[in-house]
Nanobody, 121 residues
Framework: QVTLVESGGGSAQAGGSLRLSCTAS????????MAWYRQVPGQEREFVVA????????FYAATVKGRFTISRDTSKNTLYLQMNSLKSEDTAVYYC??????????????WGQGTQVTVSS
């Protein structure tokens, strides 16, 4: 069992920055590929970025590539999302996700509870 807790959400101006964190409790964090998704009310949950369990490869959605950076610190069991050059369309609830082994979007084993990000123009 893995519990994921996001933090760092809040409000920012367009062009500004925010950093999200996701802390995992439970065993074998280093064996999980991790990802960030986001969701706007009334819309489907959208993939943002993932990082493999080795921390070597990241997969970015085209909408955030060049603006967002994913990273992980296995010594702290924590996943990060650095969001720069924020746009109003980045406004959403952001969810942390974990998948055992190599990354693939076909199955998510654990979800966090989400953290709100609001970008005003």
């Amino acid at each position: 069992q893995v519990t994921l807790v996001e933090s760092g959400g809040g409000s920012a101006q367009a062009g500004g920055s925010l950093r999200l964190s996701c802390t995992a409790s439970g065993r074998a964090f280093s064996s999980y590929s991790m990802a960030w998704y986001r969701q706007v009310p009334g819309q489907e949950r959208e993939f943002v970025v993932a990082i493999d369990w080795r921390g070597e490869t990241a997969f970015y959605a085209a909408t955030v590539k060049g603006r967002f950076t994913i990273s992980r610190d296995t010594s702290k069991n924590t996943l990060y999302l650095q969001m720069n050059s924020l746009k109003s369309e980045d406004t959403a609830v952001y969810y942390c996700a974990a998948r055992w082994g190599d990354w693939s979007p076909d199955r998510i084993d654990y979800w966090g509870q989400g953290t709100q990000v609001t970008v005003s123009s």
